[in-house]
């Protein structure tokens, strides 16, 4: 086989011999393949700058790269929570499977809820497996404030494609796939198997997906080692990557009190004691703002967020309720004494007067650190990649949670990593988007990256 090499100055061809895209640069009259450098006219990869951003973008479908038109299709299956359409996605990894030649194990957690399993076995099943996970849900949307159909994967003219689960993670999930496509396409095998993990529920808590998952037979016959999942976007040329996450607490306090008619001083209302406890943990809130503010060292996973999120109760402007309730969305950060912070909020609801209880709807008591220095092997292969690729990196707190709680509460160190830079943070928000280019470069990434994994050496407890 032969690189095709166009004479177009702009736009993407492919390598049919390395099944990777050809770089073009930009105003010259032929192209080269970054790979296996015929018609080289410069080292890869191109310098990642605006103008060639616009340089790599491609107009018409025939031009588009393979792995972003894979990309699309998968962002236009609705798997958006309330109802998430799993089936579809099923279907797709399973017809992934085959083209790839992966095994393909479909794991149902709950009725309906189903894990799909993509194996590429390594050389040497002695020793422990990569874990490549990624979530198939996205969070709902507000259509009337997107600029296109959020399930429509439109791409405008930059090459940003539009769609909800854009970021947040469905391109991880293809970049993987096209990862351990290219490089089984290049002929390579690796000492240990890569497992990708493919799980419904994470944007609802993974309470039917990876929570009951990492319990099951199924998870601990894959023997992971190590496991990545995702991370967030970087809006600067650092990459970021997670450690460890904040634990979510999402507490509702329910307070009662004296009803009556409501042009009465009525004492010891439902209504003042919740008054009483929303001042204080806002208060609370407000300490930990500062303390974040104050100091530039401090990262956001770092301190504990809280946001108030429901205020429920109340039937008529003329009736004073017995009833009211007010929900929080607590980030405990992980050095936290949880016991102490606990203590804390109970009494702030003791303090608001009599019949003030609280409640979890989300209590995660189990955070767990990945160690980010070099006596972490896995850590030692995934950074000196970076190093090699010239990526800087940002290891940070993951402010939200992931499934990677689950992964690492049952012994498995795991990264939180989308390898996404120069992109606005646009998860859950209107307008979720990523650069084409930037996309492919993170197929680039995972090329780099899985290699390296997959051939850690044997560790102590592996020999
Ligand atoms: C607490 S469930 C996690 C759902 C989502 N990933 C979030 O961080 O909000
Ligand atoms: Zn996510
Ligand atoms: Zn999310």
New binding site residues.
């Given amino acids: 086989a032969r690189c095709s090499h166009s004479t177009r100055p702009t736009g993407w061809r492919w390598c049919c011999f390395m099944e990777r895209p050809l770089t073009l640069t930009r105003g010259s009259s032929w192209a080269h393949c970054s790979y296996c450098h015929r018609g080289a006219t410069g080292p890869w990869p191109l310098t990642f700058q605006l103008t060639t951003r616009s340089a790599m973008t491609s107009k018409g479908p025939e031009e588009e790269h393979p792995s972003v038109t894979l990309f699309r299709q998968y962002l236009r299956i609705r798997t958006v929570q309330p109802k998430p359409d799993y089936g579809a996605a099923v279907a797709f990894f399973e017809e992934r499977a085959r083209q790839l030649g992966l095994g393909c194990q479909k794991v149902e957690v709950a009725p309906g809820y189903v894990v799909t399993v993509l194996t590429w076995p390594g050389t040497n099943p002695a020793l422990s497996s990569i874990l490549l996970n990624s979530h198939t849900d996205v969070v709902p949307v507000f259509k009337e404030h997107w600029s296109h159909d959020p399930f429509e994967a439109f791409k405008d003219s930059e090459g940003y494609i539009y769609a909800r689960g854009a970021q947040d993670m469905k391109c991880v999930s293809i970049q993987y796939l096209e990862a351990v496509r290219r490089l089984k396409v290049e002929g390579h095998r690796f000492p240990r198997t890569i497992h990708m993990t493919f799980v419904p529920d994470?944007?609802?808590?993974?309470h039917q997906g990876m929570e009951l998952f990492v319990q099951r037979p199924e998870f601990h016959a894959l023997r992971a080692g190590f496991a990545l999942d995702e991370g967030i976007a970087n809006p600067t040329d650092a990459f970021t990557v997670f450690y460890s996450e904040r634990s979510?607490w999402?507490v509702r306090v329910t307070s009662t009190g004296r009803p009556g008619h409501g042009s009465l001083f009525i004492e010891d209302t439902a209504a003042e004691k919740l008054h009483k406890v929303v001042s204080s943990i806002l208060a609370f809130r407000e300490k930990e703002w500062q303390r974040l503010q104050s100091n530039p060292h401090l990262k956001e996973g770092a301190v504990t967020s809280v946001n108030l999120t429901k205020l429920e109760g109340g039937v008529a402007y003329n009736v004073v309720p017995a009833t009211m309730s007010a929900s929080f969305d607590f980030r405990v950060a992980p050095d936290v004494d949880f016991k102490a912070f606990e203590e804390q909020l109970q009494s702030w609801c003791q303090a608001a007067g009599e019949g003030v209880t609280l409640e979890f709807a989300?209590k995660w008591m189990h955070p767990q650190v990945t160690p980010t220095d070099d006596s972490n092997p896995w850590w030692a292969a995934f950074s000196r990649v970076c190093k090699d690729m010239n990526l800087s990196l940002e290891p940070e707190i993951m402010p939200?949670?992931?499934d990677s709680r689950y992964i690492r509460a049952v012994g498995v160190p795991a990264l939180g990593f989308s390898p996404l830079n120069r992109t606005p943070v646009l998860l859950h928000d209107h307008d979720e988007r990523l650069h084409e280019a930037v996309f492919l470069r993170g197929v680039d990434i995972y090329t780099r990256l899985l290699p390296a994994l997959a051939s850690v050496p044997a560790l102590p407890s592996e020999s």
């Fill in positions: 994470e944007e609802v808590g993974g979510p999402w989300q939200a949670a992931t």
